[in-house]
C-alpha cells in the first residue's frame, strides 16, 4: 500500500484521454482529443479461470464397516455407515456439481471440480501424530479373526473392526492430507475430503468414537513440515457436535495451530465427556490461546447460535490470528435430523459458515468430513457447503431473528473473557483489563471497595430520611453493616412485610473501550422501595433485608445458606416473640428467596404466616423441604406465588409444570427481575391484601 | 425444516446399502449385499451452471464532462471525470472477467460475466423519486448554451452541465435499473453497475454533489413497484464516503427499504454537511428505524473500522430486515489514494465487504457505482468487488489486527444504542431496555437512585473513619450532599492539597442479555485515595472535591461550569482566608481539571500555587485564559504537568505538540484513568515534593 496520496502522474496516461466537450459562442460541440487512439497499455484479451473445487472420494473407504452379529444390526446399522460418503457424493452428482453418472468415482467429473485422487497415508505421516503401539494395533486388524474384530471392537471406545479398517482408516487420513495439499499448492480453489472413518476422537494413542486415526491433525502436520514456508498457520475448526478431543490433544501446545471447536459440553455429560472439553482449556505452554473450546450448555441449538458464535467468537479470533490454510472438522452431526447430535444447523446455516471461512486464509479453505448420522442430513448440508465452495452466494437462514437459547450468550460470553486475555479483538468487548480485573477484585486493593455496599449504605439513608427506619443487626452472623433496616416499631406490629432480596439492581452503561461504568450515567433500581411505600401505606411494619453475594461464586452456595441463616435466625430471635404479630408475609427477590422457603420449611409460622410471595427471576427455583410436618408442602403451595422469568430454564423442556413443592410457580411475560415486579405488582400484593383478609377493607377506604 | 427426527424410513431406500462385511468362523469375508445395483433414484447427469455476474456498462455515459473554461482544468480536470468509468470497464477486462480487447464495451463478454445493455431511464420511473420541476430542468440542458450551462453549473450544488449531461444522466439511472431487473429475475447471479454521472446526492428536487438523478433510489423504486410480490425489501448500503442524503430523503418514511450509510460527518463539516447525515436520524413515520446513518467522526479511517462496522451493525440489522435485493451505493472515494475521502480503505476490503453483503438475500446482491476520484484506486477496488461477485474469495486484510481509530467504536456504539430502539439483534448488547433505560433516568422515576451518589456517600464514610476528614458545604452552589470533604484542619494548614475529580469509576460487570451490572462483582476505584494517603502522610491537608456529571448531557458543559465555579467560590471565600497557607497544589481527575484551570487563569494564586497536576485522560485538553496578567500563560506552562492518555486526540494528527496555553502536556503509554494515575503517580508526587521544596527533606527523613 505504497500508492502516493493525490499522485497526479498517472491521470494523465497517454492512452487515455477524459471526453470533453467544449464550446463556442451560441453552440455546444463535442471536440475529440489531441490523441484518440484507445491502445490499453496492457492487451486486455486475457482470460480469468477461476480454479475449481477439490473432491476427495474413493469408494474403498467404505469397506470399514460393522461386522454384524445379528439381523437387528442389518435393519438398524450402526450411525457410522458406509452409505455415509456415498449418499455425499450422490447428492453432489444428482445436483449437477459433479459428472459422475455411474457414482463410482470417476477421474473426470466436469467443470465445476476436480477429482483430487486419494492415497493411503504413510506410516511417517500418520507417526507425526499417533504412537508406533496404536499404529501397530491396527495394522493387525487387517489379519484379524472374526473373533479377535469383535473382542476388540467390544473393549474400544466406541469403535468398531473389521478386515478392511487399516485401509479405510488410512485412505481417509491420505485423503484429508491430499485435499489440504491441492488447496495449499494452489491446484484448487479449495477441497471437500468426503472421508471415513472420520478421526477428531482419535488421540495419539488410542482410537475412539468412531475414529481410528486423527485425519486433520495428521494432515495439518503433515502441511506444516511439508510448506513450511508457505504455510505456518492453521486454524481448524471443528463444527462437529462432539469435542475433537483427538485434535485438541494434538495440538494443545503448539501456537501453529489454532484449534477452535464448537460442540454441546453440558457439564461434561455429553460424548466424549471429558474436563479437556471445557471452555476454561486455552492449551499450554507456547500454544496457550491457540486452543477455544465453544461449549453448548443445553442440545438443541441451531443457526442462530452457531451464527453468533461465529460472529462473536470464531470470525474475529481467526482474522487475528491470520492463517495460512483453514481445515474445517466438518461433522454434520449437529444439522437438523441428527438423532445422536439432537440440535438444529440447517443446511444453509453450514452453507453461511462456509462462506465465512472462505473470507479467511485468501480463501484456503479444506473441508474434511466427520461425523454426521442421519443420511438425509448430512447430504443437504455437505451440498450446502460444496455450493459456497464452487462460489455460489449462501442461501437465506430461516428464523435468523429468532433470540438465541437461554445460556447460549452467557457461554459465548465467557469463552470470550477467558480468551480475551490471549486475543486483542475481544479487548474491544472487555476494556482494556483483560484478566486483572478479576486480579484486582480478589487481591482487594485498598483503594477500591466493593459497589454493593455503597449501594446498601445509599438505601440505608434514603430509608431512614423517608421512613424512619433504622438498622438492625444480627451479632451472631457474618453479615455486613445494615444488612436488616427496619421499620423502628417492628417489634410491636400487628402486621409485618418481610422483604429478602439480593444487591439491587444497577442499570448504567459500560464503555466499550475501558470496560468501565460511567457513574453518572447508571442508576440504583431499587426494587423494595415499591413494596416499603405500599406497606407502609398499610400501616404495616417493614423489615428489609439485603443478602449480599459473594463475588465470583459459582451457584451462590454461600450467600444461599447465608439468608437461610438468617430468615432462621430473625424468626428465632425476634419474629416469634412479636406478641402483637398477627399477620406475616415474605417477599423475596432473587437468589435471596432461598431464605424464604428454607425457614418455612424449617419452622412452622402458620400462625402468623400469610402469605409468600417469590420473584426468582432467572435464578432457581427453591424447592420446600417441609422437615418438621408433611403438610407444610402443600400449604406453601396454596400460600405461594412464585414467579419466574418468560425465559426460566423450567419451562423449557415440555409443557409440564413445576412440581408443588416449588410453591406455585408463575410465568412471566417478560425478563429480568424489574420487569417482573412491575409485571406483577398489583397480582402479589392483591395476593397479600387478600390473605391478610384486609381487601374489602381497602376497597371501602 | 418439517423432517422427522429420527425418521428411519429414509435409511432402508433399497436403492442404497451398506457396504458390510460379515464373516463365519475364523474367517472374515466381504459378502455383497442382496441388492447391490447401483441405481440413483435420480440420473445425475444434471448439470450445475453457476449464473454469471451481470455488468452494465455504455461509453455514452462518458459524454457527461466539464465544459473547458481554462487549460488548468484541462491538466488538472474535475475529480467526477468521464475517464472513471472507463477506467474500471479496462482493468475488468485487463484481468480477463470480460473479454473485450477492444474496450468499446461489446455485447458478448465471456464465460464470466454477462453484459447488461443499458437504456435511458423512462420519465415516469424518474418521477417516482424526483419532481417534474427537477426533471424539466435537466431536460432543459440539452439545448442550453455554453453561457447559460456555465452559469447553472456556477449556481448549482457541486455539479456542472454539458448538452449530453441529461441523456448520460438517464443513461446511468436506467443502467442502475437494468442491472437491478437482471437480478431480481435471476438472469444474472449478481451485477455491477458501471454508471455515471453517480446519483447519491440529488434531492428528489435538486441535483447536488455531482449526482444528477438519483440511480439508485429511482431503481429501488422501480424494482419494488415492477415485482410487488418478489421483492418487497431492499437494502440500500451506501458506503460512499459522502451521506447519501439523496437516497436517505428519498426513503426517509418508507419500511421497504432500509437505508444504512457509512460516511465521514465530523459534526456536520464534511460534505454534504447537512444535520440529515447524523448518526440520530433514524427515519420517520413508518420508516422509524430503516435508516441508519454510521458517521465516522474523523478522516482517515479505513479496513480496520469498516470491517467492525459491517460486522457489528449491518450485518446483524441486515440479516434481520431480510431483504430480498441488496444494492450498494458504491463510492470508491473511501479508498486508500482518494484525496476527497482521505481514507484507507483497501481494495481486499471493498472485497470483502461485498463478500458479507453476498450472504444476504440469497446473494441477490446490485452493486451501482457513486463517487471515488482517484483513477487508480477506484479501478482496483472495482476489480476486488467484480472477483468476489464472480464467486472468488476474499484476499487477506492488510493490517486488520489494528486498533480502530480513536473515536470510532464508541461513534459504532452510539449507532446501536439509537437503533436498538428497532432492531431486536443490538439488544443482545444493550440489554432488553432498549431505548427504556433513557426514559427511564430522565424521568427520575422515585424508585430509582443516582448510583454517583452512593458512590459519594460511601467515599465520604471512608474518609471519616481512616482520616477524620469532614463534609463541607458551599450554600451559594447547587452541589450534590458531600461534594467537598476536607481534613478538619484545612483552614490552619500550612500546605494544602486540592483534588477535583468526577465521580470514580466503577469496573463491573454486566450481564449480557439484560444489560444489568452486577454490584456483587462491581467494585469502585477510588483514585483520590491514593493521593489522599500521599498527602496526608506529609501532614498536608487535603480537600477532596467530587464533581458529578450531568446525566446524557453533551460535552459535560454543566459539569464543567461546575467545577469552575465551585473552584472560584472556594478560592473566594476559603483559600484566601487561610493565613497559614504557604504551599498549594492542585490534582484534577478527568473533566474536572476544568476547574483548576480556570480558577489558575482568573485569580492570581502564584503566591501560593506550587503546582498544578492534571490527569485528563482522554478528555479534552482546557486552555488557560489569563485574564489578569499574560504571563500567567507561562508560569502555567511552567508549573504545570497535564496527562493524557496514549491515544488522546490531541496526539493523533501530526507530531506537534499542544499549544504552552494547554500545560504541559506528556503523553501517558497507557490509556485510562486509573492506567495513567497508576503509571505517573510517582512522577507526579515527585513535580509536587520538588516544587514544595520539600524533596530534600523527605529524602533526609
Same mark, same amino acid.
Request: glycine share 6%; with cysteine.
Given at each position: 500500500?505504497? #500508492?502516493?496520496?493525490?499522485?497526479?502522474?498517472?491521470?494523465? &496516461? #497517454?492512452?487515455?484521454?477524459?471526453?470533453?466537450?467544449?464550446?463556442?459562442?451560441?453552440?455546444?460541440?463535442?471536440?475529440?482529443?489531441?490523441?484518440?487512439?484507445?491502445?490499453?497499455?496492457?492487451?486486455?484479451?486475457?482470460?480469468?479461470?477461476?480454479? %475449481?473445487?477439490?473432491?476427495?472420494?474413493?469408494?474403498?473407504?467404505?469397506?470399514?464397516?460393522?461386522?454384524?452379529?445379528?439381523?437387528?444390526?442389518?435393519?438398524?446399522?450402526?450411525?457410522?455407515?458406509?452409505?455415509?460418503?456415498?449418499?455425499?457424493?450422490?447428492?453432489?452428482?444428482?445436483?449437477?456439481?459433479?459428472? &459422475?453418472?455411474?457414482? @463410482?468415482?470417476?477421474?473426470?467429473?466436469?467443470?465445476?471440480?476436480?477429482?483430487?485422487?486419494?492415497?493411503?497415508?504413510?506410516?511417517? #505421516?500418520?507417526?507425526?501424530?499417533?504412537?508406533?503401539?496404536?499404529?501397530?494395533?491396527?495394522?493387525?486388524?487387517? %489379519?484379524?479373526?472374526?473373533?479377535?474384530?469383535?473382542?476388540?471392537?467390544?473393549?474400544?471406545?466406541?469403535?468398531?473392526?473389521?478386515?478392511?479398517?487399516?485401509?479405510?482408516?488410512?485412505?481417509?487420513?491420505?485423503?484429508?492430507?491430499?485435499?489440504?495439499?491441492?488447496?495449499?499448492?494452489g491446484r484448487v480453489k479449495n477441497a471437500l475430503a468426503i472421508v471415513r472413518p472420520p478421526g477428531h476422537h482419535a488421540e495419539p494413542q488410542a482410537a475412539g468414537g468412531f475414529c481410528l486415526f486423527s485425519n486433520v491433525s495428521v494432515a495439518a502436520k503433515s502441511i506444516l513440515k511439508t510448506y513450511p514456508e508457505?504455510?505456518?498457520?492453521?486454524?481448524?475448526?471443528?463444527?462437529?457436535?462432539?469435542?475433537?478431543?483427538?485434535?485438541?490433544?494434538?495440538?494443545?501446545?503448539?501456537?501453529?495451530?489454532?484449534?477452535?471447536?464448537?460442540?454441546?459440553?453440558?457439564?461434561?455429560?455429553?460424548?466424549?465427556?471429558?474436563?479437556?472439553?471445557?471452555?476454561?482449556?486455552?492449551?499450554?505452554? %507456547?500454544?496457550?490461546?491457540?486452543?477455544?473450546? !465453544?461449549?453448548?450448555?443445553?442440545?438443541?441449538?441451531?443457526?442462530?447460535?452457531?451464527?453468533?458464535?461465529?460472529?462473536?467468537?470464531?470470525?474475529? *479470533?481467526?482474522?487475528?490470528?491470520?492463517?495460512?490454510?483453514?481445515?474445517?472438522?466438518?461433522?454434520?452431526?449437529?444439522?437438523?435430523?441428527?438423532?445422536?447430535?439432537?440440535?438444529?444447523? @440447517?443446511?444453509?446455516?453450514?452453507?453461511?459458515?462456509?462462506? *465465512?471461512?472462505?473470507?479467511?486464509?485468501?480463501?484456503?479453505?479444506?473441508?474434511?468430513?466427520?461425523?454426521?448420522?442421519?443420511?438425509?442430513?448430512?447430504?443437504?448440508?455437505?451440498?450446502?457447503?460444496?455450493?459456497?465452495?464452487?462460489?455460489?452466494?449462501? &442461501?437465506?437462514?430461516?428464523?435468523?431473528?429468532?433470540?438465541?437459547?437461554?445460556?447460549?450468550?452467557? *457461554?459465548?460470553?465467557?469463552?470470550?473473557?477467558?480468551?480475551?486475555?490471549y486475543w486483542k479483538c475481544f479487548r474491544r468487548k472487555f476494556g482494556n483489563f483483560g484478566g486483572e480485573y478479576e486480579n484486582a477484585i480478589e487481591s482487594q486493593i485498598p483503594k477500591m471497595f466493593p459497589l454493593q455496599d455503597a449501594i446498601r449504605n445509599a438505601q440505608l439513608s434514603h430509608y431512614y430520611d &423517608?421512613?424512619?427506619?433504622?438498622?438492625?443487626?444480627?451479632?451472631?452472623?457474618?453479615?455486613?453493616?445494615?444488612?436488616? !433496616?427496619?421499620?423502628?416499631?417492628?417489634?410491636?406490629? %400487628?402486621?409485618?412485610?418481610?422483604?429478602?432480596?439480593?444487591?439491587?439492581?444497577?442499570?448504567?452503561?459500560?464503555?466499550?473501550?475501558?470496560?468501565?461504568?460511567?457513574?453518572?450515567?447508571?442508576?440504583?433500581?431499587?426494587?423494595?422501595?415499591?413494596?416499603?411505600?405500599?406497606?407502609?401505606?398499610?400501616?404495616?411494619?417493614?423489615?428489609?433485608?439485603?443478602?449480599?453475594?459473594?463475588?465470583?461464586?459459582?451457584?451462590?452456595?454461600?450467600?444461599?445458606?447465608?439468608?437461610?441463616?438468617? *430468615?432462621?435466625?430473625?424468626?428465632?430471635?425476634?419474629?416469634?416473640?412479636?406478641?402483637?404479630?398477627?399477620?406475616?408475609?415474605?417477599?423475596?427477590?432473587?437468589?435471596?428467596?432461598?431464605?424464604?422457603?428454607?425457614?418455612?420449611?424449617?419452622?412452622?409460622?402458620? @400462625?402468623?404466616?400469610?402469605?409468600?410471595?417469590?420473584?426468582?427471576?432467572?435464578?432457581?427455583?427453591?424447592?420446600?423441604?417441609?422437615?418438621?410436618?408433611?403438610?407444610?408442602?402443600?400449604?406453601?403451595?396454596?400460600?405461594?406465588?412464585?414467579?419466574?422469568?418468560?425465559?426460566?430454564?423450567?419451562?423449557?423442556?415440555?409443557?409440564?409444570?413445576?412440581?408443588?413443592?416449588?410453591?406455585?410457580?408463575?410465568?412471566?411475560?417478560?425478563?429480568?427481575?424489574?420487569?417482573? !415486579?412491575?409485571?406483577?405488582?398489583?397480582?402479589?400484593?392483591?395476593?397479600?391484601?387478600?390473605?391478610?383478609?384486609?381487601?374489602?377493607?381497602?376497597?371501602?377506604?
Amino acid at each position: 500500500m505504497s #500508492e502516493q496520496i493525490g499522485d497526479k502522474r498517472k491521470l494523465k &496516461d #497517454e492512452s487515455e484521454f477524459p471526453s470533453v466537450s467544449i464550446g463556442d459562442e451560441g453552440k455546444v460541440i463535442q471536440v475529440l482529443p489531441k490523441r484518440p487512439v484507445i491502445v490499453p497499455t496492457q492487451k486486455p484479451n486475457l482470460h480469468y479461470t477461476p480454479l %475449481k473445487t477439490g473432491i476427495c472420494y474413493d469408494v474403498r473407504m467404505r469397506y470399514h464397516a460393522k461386522i454384524f452379529t445379528s439381523y437387528f444390526e442389518y435393519i438398524d446399522p450402526h450411525p457410522e455407515d458406509p452409505r455415509r460418503i456415498y449418499r455425499i457424493y450422490k447428492i453432489l452428482a444428482e445436483n449437477g456439481l459433479i459428472n &459422475d453418472p455411474s457414482l @463410482t468415482g470417476v477421474s473426470d467429473i466436469g467443470d465445476l471440480m476436480l477429482k483430487i485422487p486419494v492415497r493411503e497415508a504413510t506410516k511417517e #505421516e500418520i507417526l507425526d501424530v499417533h504412537t508406533e503401539e496404536h499404529m501397530q494395533f491396527l495394522e493387525s486388524t487387517e %489379519k484379524m479373526t472374526r473373533e479377535e474384530l469383535l473382542s476388540k471392537t467390544e473393549k474400544g471406545d466406541s469403535v468398531y473392526l473389521n478386515n478392511d479398517s487399516y485401509i479405510s482408516a488410512r485412505l481417509s487420513c491420505g485423503g484429508a492430507i491430499e485435499a489440504c495439499k491441492a488447496v495449499v499448492e494452489g491446484r484448487v480453489k479449495n477441497a471437500l475430503a468426503i472421508v471415513r472413518p472420520p478421526g477428531h476422537h482419535a488421540e495419539p494413542q488410542a482410537a475412539g468414537g468412531f475414529c481410528l486415526f486423527s485425519n486433520v491433525s495428521v494432515a495439518a502436520k503433515s502441511i506444516l513440515k511439508t510448506y513450511p514456508e508457505s504455510v505456518r498457520k492453521i486454524l481448524i475448526v471443528d463444527w462437529d457436535i462432539h469435542h475433537g478431543n483427538g485434535t485438541q490433544k494434538a495440538f494443545y501446545e503448539d501456537d501453529n495451530v489454532l484449534y477452535i471447536s464448537l460442540h454441546r459440553f453440558e457439564l461434561g455429560k455429553f460424548y466424549p465427556g471429558f474436563p479437556e472439553g471445557n471452555y476454561d482449556k486455552v492449551g499450554d505452554g %507456547k500454544g496457550k490461546g491457540f486452543n477455544c473450546n !465453544i461449549t453448548w450448555p443445553v442440545k438443541g441449538v441451531g443457526d442462530v447460535e452457531y451464527i453468533w458464535a461465529f460472529e462473536q467468537i470464531v470470525i474475529p *479470533m481467526a482474522r487475528e490470528f491470520r492463517p495460512d490454510l483453514v481445515i474445517v472438522s466438518s461433522g454434520f452431526d449437529a444439522a437438523h435430523g441428527d438423532t445422536i447430535g439432537q440440535c438444529h444447523v @440447517t443446511p444453509n446455516c453450514y452453507g453461511y459458515m462456509t462462506h *465465512m471461512l472462505k473470507s479467511l486464509a485468501r480463501g484456503n479453505l479444506c473441508v474434511v468430513l466427520e461425523g454426521g448420522y442421519n443420511l438425509d442430513s448430512i447430504s443437504n448440508s455437505a451440498l450446502a457447503v460444496a455450493k459456497i465452495l464452487i462460489g455460489e452466494p449462501p &442461501d437465506e437462514i430461516p428464523e435468523s431473528d429468532r433470540d438465541p437459547k437461554p445460556g447460549v450468550l452467557e *457461554m459465548i460470553n465467557k469463552v470470550i473473557r477467558v480468551q480475551s486475555k490471549y486475543w486483542k479483538c475481544f479487548r474491544r468487548k472487555f476494556g482494556n483489563f483483560g484478566g486483572e480485573y478479576e486480579n484486582a477484585i480478589e487481591s482487594q486493593i485498598p483503594k477500591m471497595f466493593p459497589l454493593q455496599d455503597a449501594i446498601r449504605n445509599a438505601q440505608l439513608s434514603h430509608y431512614y430520611d &423517608d421512613f424512619g427506619m433504622i438498622s438492625l443487626s444480627l451479632p451472631n452472623l457474618n453479615l455486613p453493616k445494615n444488612s436488616i !433496616i427496619c421499620s423502628s416499631n417492628f417489634f410491636k406490629a %400487628k402486621s409485618l412485610c418481610v422483604l429478602l432480596h439480593d444487591t439491587p439492581e444497577v442499570w448504567g452503561n459500560r464503555d466499550i473501550i475501558t470496560g468501565i461504568i460511567d457513574p453518572s450515567t447508571s442508576i440504583i433500581f431499587d426494587s423494595s422501595l415499591k413494596f416499603i411505600n405500599w406497606a407502609i401505606e398499610r400501616e404495616t411494619a417493614v423489615i428489609d433485608i439485603n443478602i449480599p453475594r459473594s463475588a465470583f461464586e459459582a451457584d451462590n452456595y454461600s450467600s444461599n445458606l447465608l439468608s437461610q441463616d438468617v *430468615m432462621i435466625s430473625l424468626w428465632d430471635n425476634h419474629f416469634k416473640y412479636i406478641e402483637s404479630l398477627e399477620k406475616l408475609c415474605f417477599i423475596g427477590i432473587g437468589e435471596a428467596t432461598s431464605g424464604i422457603v428454607h425457614l418455612l420449611g424449617k419452622r412452622d409460622t402458620r @400462625t402468623v404466616t400469610k402469605a409468600a410471595i417469590n420473584f426468582v427471576g432467572s435464578s432457581s427455583l427453591k424447592p420446600i423441604v417441609p422437615s418438621l410436618d408433611e403438610s407444610l408442602g402443600d400449604w406453601y403451595f396454596k400460600n405461594s406465588l412464585v414467579f419466574t422469568d418468560h425465559f426460566h430454564g423450567c419451562w423449557s423442556e415440555n409443557d409440564k409444570k413445576p412440581r408443588k413443592k416449588y410453591g406455585r410457580v408463575l410465568r412471566c411475560d417478560t425478563d429480568g427481575i424489574h420487569n417482573i !415486579i412491575e409485571e406483577r405488582f398489583e397480582e402479589a400484593t392483591d395476593f397479600i391484601l387478600d390473605a391478610f383478609d384486609e381487601w374489602s377493607d381497602t376497597e371501602d377506604e
